[in-house]
């Protein structure tokens, strides 16, 4: 997914890796050079749709303007990074 507005520089990043854990969601996140953040995530799917949720509108300090979700073929990751 991509998620744009004010979303860096705001904790997006640490705050959707710990929301992905407390749901056994595993992938990645990572700042775009556009200003936006790219999350991947693999887990089951309500859990999934939770962190999609909690991605919609994110941390306190954040301003998300648009979330773009598009399916993806897993890719067997074992944890959560931040890139």
Same mark, same amino acid.
């Not at 640490?14 to 992938?27: K, L, M, N």
């Not at 994110?58 to 993806?72: F, H, L």
């Given at each position: 997914?991509? !998620?744009?507005? /004010?979303?860096? @520089?705001?904790?997006?990043?640490?705050s959707?890796?710990?929301e992905?854990? =407390?749901? #056994?969601?595993?992938?990645?996140?990572?700042?775009?050079?556009?200003?936006? !953040?790219?999350? /991947?995530?693999? @887990?089951?799917?309500?859990?999934?749709?939770?962190?999609?949720?909690?991605? =919609?509108? #994110?941390?306190?300090?954040?301003?998300?303007?648009?979330?773009?979700?598009?399916?993806?073929?897993?890719?067997?990751?074992?944890?959560?990074?931040?890139?």
């Amino acid at each position: 997914m991509v !998620v744009r507005g /004010h979303v860096q @520089g705001v904790f997006f990043r640490d705050s959707t890796r710990a929301e992905a854990e =407390r749901r #056994g969601v595993v992938g990645w996140v990572a700042n775009r050079p556009d200003g936006g !953040v790219e999350v /991947h995530l693999e @887990g089951p799917a309500p859990a999934v749709a939770q962190v999609i949720d909690f991605c =919609r509108s #994110g941390p306190a300090s954040a301003r998300v303007d648009g979330v773009q979700v598009t399916e993806v073929a897993p890719r067997g990751f074992s944890e959560f990074q931040v890139r």
